[in-house]
């Protein structure tokens, strides 16, 4: 009993258009549908069958209607998730697009030897550290920790070029400090360089750094 007065609260109250439908469509159903498709029990009378057949042709309706509806649902739904994940995906292109800038401006701050030594470890795939004499890094505002990674550097010895002017001297460093591009930082300026061409929003030149 609380079976069927769930069945009936549902058709009654959630879907009492579609079983309003049925009952028009069905009955109009009937009368259009031979004989031969319908329940006929012969031992039955006339109008016992044809009320069969009406109950028949209304539930067929009523199950029609129930599925055109979750059709047109389910398409709601894809057409509504396309439309969040087209969003979603306008609002990181933006946020893409702002982060881009955001680095470009602060690069366009750098000297000629903070891009170039940030070029030079792009060039190199952060893979092989840049090392340069322990006396220079305070020298140097664009070697903070959100940017770069530095450790102590003691080494058979890497080649370094300082530049005075026109003027470039070469010593060897055995101790000093070795550079690398933080993991974010760098799949970030390579992401920039790939899709832009330029760190910058300017043209920059170049120091030839020898390593």
Same mark, same amino acid.
């Given at each position: 009993?609380?079976f ?11 879907h ?8 028009v #469509? $069905?009955?109009?159903l009937y ?7 319908l329940?006929?029990? @012969?031992?039955?009378s ?6 069969? $057949? ?7 309706? &009523? ?14 739904q894809?057409?509504?998730? &396309? ?12 946020d ?8 470009k @401006?602060?690069i366009?701050?750098w000297?000629? &030897?903070?891009? @170039? ?7 190199h795939?952060?893979?092989?550290p ?5 006396e ?10 959100e ?15 300082? &530049?005075? $002017? ?5 010593? %060897?460093?055995?101790? $000093? ?9 760098? %799949?970030?300026?390579?992401?920039? #360089? /790939? %899709? %832009?061409?330029? #760190?910058?929003?300017? =043209?920059?030149? =170049?120091?030839?750094? /020898?390593?």
């Open positions: 009993m609380n069927l007065t769930k069945v009936f609260e549902l058709l009654f109250t959630r009492w258009v579609a079983l309003l439908l049925s009952l #469509l $069905g009955v109009k009368t259009v549908l031979p004989i031969v498709l329940i006929n029990i @012969s031992t039955l006339a109008n016992t069958n044809m009320i069969i $057949g009406c109950i028949e042709c209304v539930i067929i309706t &009523y199950l029609a209607i129930c599925l055109i509806d979750y059709m047109i649902e389910k398409g709601r894809r057409l509504d998730n &396309y439309k969040d994940q087209k969003k979603r995906q306008k609002s990181l292109e933006a893409r697009i702002k982060q881009i800038e955001k680095w @401006s602060e366009d701050g000297n000629d &030897y903070e891009y @170039s030594v940030v070029m030079w470890l792009l060039r795939e952060n893979k092989v840049f090392v340069q004499p322990r220079e890094i305070f020298e140097r505002y664009m070697y903070s920790e940017i770069l990674d530095r450790a102590e550097y003691h080494g058979e010895g890497r080649k370094w070029i300082n &530049y005075i $002017g026109d003027e470039k001297e070469s010593m %060897t460093i055995k101790n $000093g400090f070795q550079f690398l591009l933080k993991p974010d930082v760098y %799949t970030w300026l390579k992401y920039i #360089l /790939e %899709t %832009t061409g330029s #760190l910058s929003h300017f =043209e920059r030149y =170049e120091i030839e750094l /020898e390593q």
